[in-house]
């Protein structure tokens, strides 16, 4: 019987990655697209000009957030690979030093000296670049940058979150327009603020009520927006 088995464990970090781009694409997408149709309302377009302008704002808005992702992310790619470059050089040219340091690293954790360099030797002659990486970079693969993963995570739940308001602009009349689109936006971002945190494992309630509050502040600041535009043209 191997009684290092590791037993099954669920953790949320390696869904980090993807998470945090799906739900920034998906707020994102109802807060800009409601807080564009309600501004266009507010300005006085009839309802096809609003629908017309929520298109083109999920359909602009969804690539914008794939080609933000994509850059952002694979900066993020290029510095890791850049330090992983120089951390195999380190350790082609001088070994013994980054022995020393990734056993520096284990004693400032509270290992003892001496078994905290048997453990550096023994990982270094595995994997030396993996257990620097990991230990003195903080590079690991849960949490390794995966650029187009971001891209289209971020896009898809833009598209989404954008064809929410999308639809409710559709379906409901213009005299209700404007606080037909608050109400449900609102309701539609607490949703998410709330399946969001706990699928993080987070609070449900302090996650709904912070998106819920920055997205009826957009609303209201791009209604007024629209309402003076629309007053004085």
Do not use: C, K
Request: proline share 3%; aromatic share 4%.
């Amino acid at each position: 019987m191997n009684v290092f088995r590791r037993h099954r464990e669920h953790h949320r970090t390696d869904r980090s990655g993807w998470l945090r781009a799906s739900v920034l694409g998906a707020n994102d997408g109802i807060v800009s697209t409601a807080s564009l149709l309600v501004g266009v309302a507010a300005a006085g377009a009839d309802q096809q000009s609003i629908v017309l302008a929520g298109v083109a704002g999920l359909v602009a808005g969804a690539m914008s957030m794939a080609a933000g992702e994509y850059v952002s992310v694979h900066s993020q790619a290029d510095t890791e690979n850049a330090d992983l470059s120089r951390e195999r050089v380190e350790l082609e040219l001088d070994p013994a030093a980054e022995h020393r340091e990734l056993t520096a690293i284990y004693v400032a954790r509270g290992v003892e000296p001496e078994l905290a360099a048997r453990v550096a030797r023994q990982l270094m002659a595995r994997d030396a670049l993996g257990a620097h990486a990991r230990d003195e970079l903080g590079i690991t693969e849960a949490l390794g940058a995966r650029p187009l993963q971001a891209s289209l995570a971020s896009a898809v739940s833009f598209a989404l979150g954008a064809g929410l308001p999308l639809v409710v602009t559709v379906a409901t009349p213009m005299p209700s327009l404007i606080p037909g689109l608050a109400v449900s936006s609102l309701a539609f971002l607490a949703l998410l603020g709330a399946v969001a945190a706990r699928v993080g494992g987070a609070d449900a309630l302090a996650g709904a009520l912070r998106v819920s509050l920055w997205g009826a502040l957009a609303m209201a600041i791009t209604a007024v927006a629209g309402a003076l535009f629309g007053a004085v043209v």
